[in-house]
């Protein structure tokens, strides 16, 4: 292929078709197929951008040096006007073949054709290019709730009252509906299908719409919004605040140290569970290579930060978080909010998701029918012991074929450096440390207990800005400006204590521009409210307490729906109504 050549979105489809990485980036087609196994950001972050166009994401995520390097996987240029956007094989896309792209319809050859539709500027403020994609989506995608589930969840959440009778409404559904009947579909489902809707209709009415011509707007106005970042500074990292975040970091580590010599056991695991928690914040920084911008100065500032002196690997905290910026709250494919059976933050679970990351079907089973319900409950307990989960996490990626992967890459160093400063990190805290020092069993386990449950906020905060959010999908043609505030929250705090929250409390505005050190957040907060209220995107600003009602609320609101289901069939199985 030449790479000036336009292909037309079927052209495109028809590679995706035939296995090759293809994504859109600014006004060109790449071929990212020799790039998926050597990208230090982990394959999935790739995947995930298939069939779309990706520019905003990559150009969050990327300095505007790597974005010329690009251009070696250029195969074309894509069709004029907006692209539209496509469902990516990973997340259950289907791309049809050059031979197999044969209308048998007239209505499919209508929505075959939409794809190639041209746009031009002028056309974002009509009606003629939504009506367009509208009418593609009504011929080309399936409803997600029949008219019959919907009458079935109704039938289902009347339970409890008593007003209705289940059997009745679900036999006169069957009759009045028999060709929506599926012996497949399990009342669960139903009523499952029922919440996740109610959840959409309360997000359309909540922000624009996602009408294609609408969203290219909102993107056209983060596009400029981001140039002005990169214009005036934003991305400039001032080192005399590091600077100030190390003595802290120090202080907090050889007071810990001190009371340690002097045996005062407990008051040191305070001040080192305090040193671990303050830490982590600039090895944040470092994973989103936010300080120096230099791949392995940063790469190697986490790795002595996370892996050396944390034991937790900053490899797989990227891999993780990367993924998790592209998809931001959504049950099957962003491994922050896959916790079942421990937590549930959205009904999405009741019908069991399979991860995309760890490739994994989490089901809904006996134990997450007792545990989600008391999950408001149980939230900070389990937040004060989430460390000791993250070392499995770490070692389990740092000896995996995941994170050895990149050894036919320029990140070839990675895998064994974190192996070996995580060794270091147990032999001098395991060992050392709890074991040598340390004179008893019982001083041991509390010393351990103690150190980790100090680091809770740390875990609090990570969680509170997206567990009381949106986990709906509104469709691929939502912007990513869009999805990342929807699905994102920040919390309000006076500037003095910005040092306990680490610049986490920013994370719609980090979310929007993950590259910005965050000593700089607070001033661009300031031009994140400006686009919300030109975009008319809310934008969802909590102080920490009222932030942590909001996810509490959440946390009951998905346990009180787990209950209600719970009861439902209990109720059927008791009476005998069979399943839809």
Request: aromatic share 12%; net charge negative.
């Amino acid at each position: 292929m030449q790479r000036d050549e336009v292909l037309t979105a079927r052209a495109v489809e028809a590679l995706i078709a035939n296995g090759h990485i293809i994504v859109i980036f600014e006004d060109f087609v790449l071929k990212l197929d020799s790039w998926l196994e050597k990208h230090p950001g982990g394959r999935l972050a790739i995947l995930h951008m298939v069939g779309r166009d990706a520019t905003d994401e990559i150009k969050a995520s990327h300095k505007e040096k790597q974005w010329k390097t690009m251009k070696a996987f250029r195969i074309g240029r894509k069709i004029p006007g907006i692209w539209v956007q496509r469902t990516p094989p990973i997340r259950g896309g289907i791309f049809r073949k050059e031979e197999d792209q044969v209308s048998t319809t007239p209505k499919e050859k209508d929505a075959l054709d939409l794809l190639d539709v041209p746009a031009s500027p002028d056309s974002y403020e009509s009606n003629s290019l939504s009506d367009s994609v509208s009418n593609l989506s009504e011929a080309s995608l399936p409803t997600s709730l029949s008219s019959a589930d919907s009458v079935v969840g109704d039938a289902l959440c009347k339970t409890d009252t008593g007003t209705t009778s289940v059997q009745d409404d679900l036999d006169a559904t069957a009759r009045s509906e028999p060709h929506t009947a599926k012996a497949s579909t399990g009342s669960s489902s139903a009523y499952t299908a029922q919440a996740e809707q109610d959840d959409i209709a309360r997000d359309n009415l909540a922000y624009p719409s996602v009408d294609p011509a609408i969203q290219h707007s909102i993107a056209l106005k983060y596009k400029a919004l981001a140039q002005r970042v990169q214009d005036e500074g934003y991305y400039t990292c001032h080192y005399v605040e590091y600077a100030k975040e190390a003595s802290r970091y120090a202080l907090f580590f050889g007071l810990s140290m001190f009371a340690l010599r002097n045996e005062w056991y407990m008051t040191s695991a305070i001040f080192l569970g305090l040193f671990w928690h303050q830490v982590m914040f600039t090895a944040h920084d470092a994973g989103h290579r936010a300080i120096t911008g230099n791949f392995a100065v940063d790469s190697l500032i986490g790795i002595f930060i996370g892996d050396f002196c944390c034991g937790l690997s900053i490899g797989w905290w990227k891999r993780s978080h990367n993924v998790h910026h592209l998809v931001t709250n959504h049950p099957e494919h962003d491994p922050d909010i896959q916790n079942v059976p421990l937590f549930a933050t959205t009904p999405s679970f009741f019908r069991g998701v399979h991860s995309t990351y760890y490739d994994f079907s989490f089901a809904w089973d006996k134990a997450a029918e007792i545990l989600v319900p008391y999950q408001k409950y149980t939230y900070y307990p389990i937040m004060g012991v989430a460390r000791f989960n993250l070392y499995m996490l770490s070692w389990l990626h740092v000896l995996s074929s995941k994170s050895g992967a990149l050894v036919t890459s320029s990140a070839w160093w990675i895998q064994p450096t974190e192996i070996a400063a995580m060794s270091c990190y147990w032999y001098i805290f395991g060992y050392l440390l709890v074991w040598k020092t340390l004179p008893t069993w019982g001083v041991r386990i509390a010393f351990v207990l103690l150190s980790h449950v100090i680091t809770m906020p740390l875990h609090v905060q990570i969680t509170l800005s997206h567990w009381g959010m949106s986990t709906s999908d509104l469709g691929e043609s939502e912007s990513f400006a869009q999805r990342q505030l929807r699905t994102t929250m920040d919390v309000d705090c006076p500037a003095w204590l910005d040092w306990i929250h680490g610049g986490l409390q920013f994370q719609a505005v980090h979310h929007l521009f993950p590259r910005v050190p965050r000593h700089n957040l607070r001033r661009l907060q300031t031009l994140v409210k400006e686009f919300c209220e030109d975009t008319k995107i809310p934008y969802t600003l909590l102080g920490f307490v009222d932030g942590n009602s909001h996810v509490l609320s959440r946390l009951d609101e998905v346990g009180q729906q787990v209950k209600h289901l719970v009861n439902c069939q209990r109720y059927m199985a008791e009476h005998g109504v069979r399943d839809l």
